[in-house]
């Protein structure tokens, strides 16, 4: 009797915030999973039965040997966009669906609606998927929790006090988890095609209180400190890149006095409510209070 061998998942992005969960995911699930990754160091903390395989998406040739015998991938695209155009066309020519990592550009809200580089990324690469005849899935998660860590944990580690802009700003956090779960879901189960998913954590929260919720799973009082954008502009000077600096600074200026734009698209397709911020933070307190020094 001969067995059919299912063809892998590639997973691209698969050492990122996201990637890494879905792979595991996948892996849970029984499927074979192959994972593209760009810098060895990275590769090593991937499970030991994934297949790795190296390839850049800015070098579009380098992907030939990741896409051989794959049906399905899953898109993270963190690379500029000069090589979106072939890595698509090179994608389309071995696979038959791809689940992509975009954002919530379309959604009408405030926050989703202000001059964005990355939008327009996403949108093009949506555009050349359509394009290619591609199955796709689209998922689109708004504000990680995740992004809690870069901004704030530098600051908490170092004493009591968070300086940062737009204090008011609503957003609703989304576990990464939870994104991960979906794309898994999607990447596993039937029945995603032409499926389109807003991702958003459960409440509408402001930035002070995402900052005062972590102070509390840590026992400790942190301080918002309100800065203009000014002041955050000249802060993140040298250390942050200018355009992504702007981009935040105009979604949270422009979501003032609305809340966050909230879906249950997570409950509806996992059947399991997000995570709240405060379950996002006590599982990774540690990370506020243990790790590198915070850079002044
Ligand atoms: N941050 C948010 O709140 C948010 C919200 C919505 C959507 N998004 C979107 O989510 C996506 C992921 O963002 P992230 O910050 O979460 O990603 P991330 O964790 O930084 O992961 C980036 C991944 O991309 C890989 N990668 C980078 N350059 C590559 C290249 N040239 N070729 C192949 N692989 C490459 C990295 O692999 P190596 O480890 O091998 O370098 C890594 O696995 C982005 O498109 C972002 O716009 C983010």
């Known amino acids: 009797m ?73 898109l993270v695209w963190t690379a500029p966009p000069a090589t979106a155009p072939a890595v698509i066309e090179r994608l389309a020519a071995h696979a038959r669906r791809v689940v992509f990592l975009s954002a919530p550009h379309q959604t009408p809200h405030p926050f989703f609606q202000q001059p964005n580089p990355m939008a327009a990324l996403h949108a093009d690469i949506e555009r050349l998927i359509a394009a290619a005849g591609l199955e796709s899935t689209i998922i689109r998660p708004g504000m990680l929790a995740s992004n809690a860590l870069f901004w704030w ?58 900052v005062s919720i972590i102070g509390d799973v840590l026992g400790r009082r942190i301080r918002f400190q309100e800065l203009s954008p000014d002041e955050f502009r000249s802060e993140t000077e040298g250390s942050w890149p200018r355009p ?5 600074l105009a979604a949270w200026g422009a979501t003032i006095g609305h809340p966050a734009f909230i879906t249950s698209t997570v409950f509806d397709i996992l059947g399991s409510a997000p995570r709240s911020f405060r379950q996002w933070a006590a599982d990774h307190a540690t990370a ?3 790790g590198p020094p915070p850079s002044s």
């Open 2 to 74: 001969t067995r059919t061998r299912v063809p892998p998942v590639l997973v691209t992005g698969a050492t990122g915030r996201i990637g890494r969960v879905v792979v595991d995911l996948l892996i849970a699930a029984g499927l074979p999973v192959r994972a593209l990754t760009h810098r060895s160091e990275a590769a090593a903390a991937l499970p030991g039965c994934v297949e790795i395989v190296t390839g850049d998406l800015t070098v579009p040739e380098s992907l030939d040997a990741a896409l051989r015998g794959v049906s399905t991938v899953f």
């Open 153 to 210: 944990a530098p600051a908490i580690r170092a004493g009591d006090v968070v300086r940062w802009p737009y204090g008011a700003a609503e957003t609703a956090p989304v576990d990464e988890r939870d994104v991960a779960a979906v794309a898994a879901r999607t990447l596993y189960q039937d029945g995603h095609a032409g499926g389109d998913y807003v991702l958003t954590g459960p409440e509408s929260l402001s930035q002070a209180e995402q």
């Open 244 to 248: 992504a600096v702007d981009m935040l």
């Open 288 to 290: 506020f209070t243990e």
